[in-house]
């Protein structure tokens, strides 16, 4: 099963340009052309879901806007980090 | 930079080594993705409190605004010369210059030169997009031939005005340079070399080898009148083919460093 | 500690290393080129910055860079290497880090020549670079005295943020005379709390530029650095006086032509001249007040430079038009003779000058063509 993620986009550094939609592999970004920002720019939102948390959309980005999580794998990740 | 909150695991956040401030430059124009990697490499490294930066004239003239470190401001190519004062008086920090291609091989061009000829063990992030952005896309020694600016309405004429110089090939022939390579931001897998080299350039400098200057294809979407997505294409068109990616001169000892 | 036989540029860069001088950054040209040499030589040896660096516009470039992190930062050149370093020096000016600069003038314009000049009066005084700004200069006539106020110039930039330009001229810069130098002193300055040094931790990041886009902003710093120019106007003018107190002539003259001049004042004394000599150290600040107050005492001034009457107009100013001035320069790279300047005195002695309304230079012009005449 593909690992679950989403994205954060920060609206006060999005400005619209595109650049992360063709690059989303899922495809699942996309324009939001309800929201204008602060600095008068439609940003790109999430579309629905699918997004995997690859970060390639924070990888092209040229204004650190956007944050990127994934869907923790919880009970292994801790237990191997603590008794080390 | 894995961490975990709650079930979610960060995969991506803005590098601490940016500021808070949105950068002034056009949307998506490649100077920012160069400053995020410059920050996120200054954040992977830890050098963040022991840096100082050189910025130049031109659209990054505002980058001491949008990184979160040490900043000068230099007057017009005179980048390099400033950061060789201060690493001559400061030799244990860490000294960047970030310029363009009008700055760095049209007016500063003596300055960079003589730099890389001493071996300045600073590094150099070198944009190169093929104009001069600030002053509204005239022609920089870097515009590709036939390339139409508002100074070379027609093209430019290589016969009047020139052939683009290679800064990274001409550098990389002087003997005390330690590690001059290009890269390009045109798609993800390019940005994630570029980072590579960046991070490569800092750790020469760390090192104490010397000279390091990363040159980077970058886009000008409004001087080039072209779509962001569009300007990607033609860096990877017509700018590489020109501008070829590669490692152009690597010191031998660079594959000892631990990175 | 006794006094040694120093050559001037050599003696001066030594004084600039005793007062902490952490990097030195230069171009070699005559006839400033030993400062250069003298430097490569000991920075290196001290730990301490030193680049040749490929152009008087990357020197001074250099000087920028190392003074924003607060370390005393300098270099040494001479007038067409001074024009090349306005831009930087504008730059730093508008940045309001402090730096020293030493110009060893020569004659011009252009190329000019290797000979001692003090045509960079107006350049140096005056600004040179663009924009608003006021740099300290100082003028010493000797090496002792050169010495001394690099140490000083050094302490000046540092409290006003300053530029401070001392200027001399190749008679200096190539002279030998005893001297004395300073002790060595720590390096234990406490780094200012704008420099750039690269020690985030605990602290907000910190930029220095010359930017302000908002014109605002601008004029709040255009006023920023005109008050630090009225208070140092307050503080820091420096002059010497020899004869002065019954003088009937007061001769005004800096640097070399000042030590000129006081070799005439004391021969006219013998012959019982009622001359004495007013030699501003402090070029900018100007001492306007101090020459006003003689222009009270004494009937005529003789103003004597190695220019075309650059500082003539700053007497001027001075006085306002209370005593006449007659003017005596030589130029080109020409220094001129105790004996030029006597046979001034004793003219003015013989038939005072009245007029406070006529043309200095054009009376000079004609006297100098005669005077060039019977040399030739």
Redesign the interface.
């Known amino acids: 099963m593909p690992a679950k993620g989403w994205i954060e986009v920060n609206e006060k550094y999005c400005k619209g340009c595109e650049l992360c939609i063709p690059a989303c592999p899922q495809d699942v970004l996309a324009i939001d052309q309800q929201t204008i920002t602060s600095k008068g720019y439609h940003p790109v939102n999430l579309t629905g879901p699918g997004c995997t948390g690859c970060a390639i959309c924070a990888v092209v980005c040229p204004d650190a806007a956007l944050t990127v999580y994934r869907e923790a794998k919880v009970k292994k990740t801790q237990s191997v980090a603590s008794p080390a | 930079m894995v961490s975990e909150t709650n079930n979610a695991t960060l995969v991506y956040e803005r590098p601490e080594s940016l500021t808070e401030m949105p950068t002034f430059y056009c949307p998506g124009c490649t100077h920012g993705t160069a400053h995020r990697l410059v920050a996120e490499v200054l954040d992977e490294m830890g050098i963040r409190e022991t840096t100082i930066g050189v910025a130049p004239v031109g659209c990054s003239v505002f980058a001491y605004n949008y990184f979160n470190h040490d900043y000068v401001e230099a007057a017009h190519g005179r980048a390099p010369a400033m950061a060789t004062g201060i690493k001559r008086v400061l030799p244990k920090k860490m000294v960047y210059t970030y310029q363009g291609d009008g700055d760095l091989a049209s007016i500063g061009m003596g300055e960079i030169m003589h730099a890389a000829a001493r071996g300045e063990n600073i590094t150099v992030i070198y944009l190169n997009n093929a104009i001069y952005g600030m002053t509204g896309g005239q022609m920089s020694p870097t515009t590709l031939p036939n390339m139409k600016t508002t100074s070379t309405p027609l093209g430019r004429d290589v016969e009047v005005a020139g052939y683009p110089i290679r800064m990274a090939e001409i550098i990389s022939n002087l003997d005390a340079v330690s590690y001059v390579v290009r890269r390009s931001l045109h798609n993800p897998a390019n940005i994630r070399k570029t980072k590579k080299a960046v991070k490569t350039a800092f750790q020469t400098q760390a090192s104490g080898m010397g000279f390091s200057m990363v040159e980077i294809l970058s886009s000008c979407p409004t001087n080039w009148k072209l779509s962001p997505s569009k300007s990607l294409e033609f860096i990877e068109e017509q700018m590489i083919p020109v501008y070829p990616i590669a490692d152009f001169k690597v010191n031998p000892e660079i594959k000892n460093i631990k990175g | 500690m006794v006094k040694k036989l120093l050559k001037g540029n050599e003696a001066f860069a030594e004084a600039a290393i005793r007062a902490g001088c952490?990097?030195f950054?230069g171009y070699p040209i005559t006839p400033s080129t030993e400062f250069l040499e003298h430097m490569a030589k000991r920075m290196p040896e001290l730990g301490?910055?030193?680049?040749q660096?490929?152009?008087e516009?990357?020197?001074i470039?250099?000087?920028?860079?190392?003074?924003?992190?607060g370390?005393r930062?300098m270099t040494a050149s001479s007038s067409p290497g001074i024009s090349l370093m306005m831009?930087?020096i504008s730059?730093i000016a508008g940045?309001e880090v402090p730096a020293v600069i030493v110009n060893v003038m020569r004659g011009g314009p252009g190329l000019g020549n290797i000979a001692p000049s003090q045509g960079d009066y107006n350049q140096m005084v005056k600004g040179g670079g663009h924009g608003d700004y006021f740099p300290i200069v100082l003028a010493p006539a000797s090496v002792q005295e050169a010495i001394d106020y690099i140490t000083l110039a050094f302490d000046l930039a540092d409290k006003y943020r300053s530029l401070v330009f001392v200027i001399v001229d190749g008679n200096l810069g190539q002279m030998m005379e005893p001297a004395e130098l300073p002790p060595m002193r720590d390096l234990d300055f406490i780094t200012p709390e704008w420099a750039?040094?690269?020690?985030?931790?605990g602290r907000e990041?910190?930029?220095?530029?010359?930017?302000y886009i908002d014109p605002k902003d601008e004029e709040v710093t255009n006023i920023r650095l005109l008050r630090r120019k009225l208070e140092i106007e307050k503080n820091e003018i420096l002059y010497h006086t020899e004869e002065i107190d019954d003088a009937e002539i007061v001769i005004v003259a800096f640097g070399t032509a000042g030590r000129v001049a006081s070799t005439a004042v004391r021969q006219a004394r013998q012959e019982g001249i009622k001359v004495g000599l007013f030699r501003p150290i402090t070029l900018s600040p100007f001492p306007y007040k101090e020459i006003e107050k003689l222009a009270d005492q004494a009937k005529s001034m003789l103003v004597a430079e190695m220019n075309t009457g650059m500082m003539l107009d700053d007497v001027s100013l001075s006085v306002k038009g209370k005593i006449p001035i007659e003017f005596y320069g030589r130029m080109g790279g020409i220094t001129p003779f105790p004996d030029e300047i006597l046979d001034e005195i004793r003219r003015i002695n013989n038939s005072p000058p009245t007029d406070t309304d006529f043309n200095a230079r054009e009376a000079w012009l004609d006297r100098l063509e005669l005077i060039i005449e019977g040399e030739n």
């Open positions: 952490e990097g950054f301490r910055g030193f680049v660096a490929e152009s516009v990357a020197a470039n250099m000087v920028y860079g190392a003074a924003c992190t370390k930062a831009e930087g730059y940045t750039v040094d690269g020690e985030t931790e990041r910190r930029f220095l530029s010359s930017i």
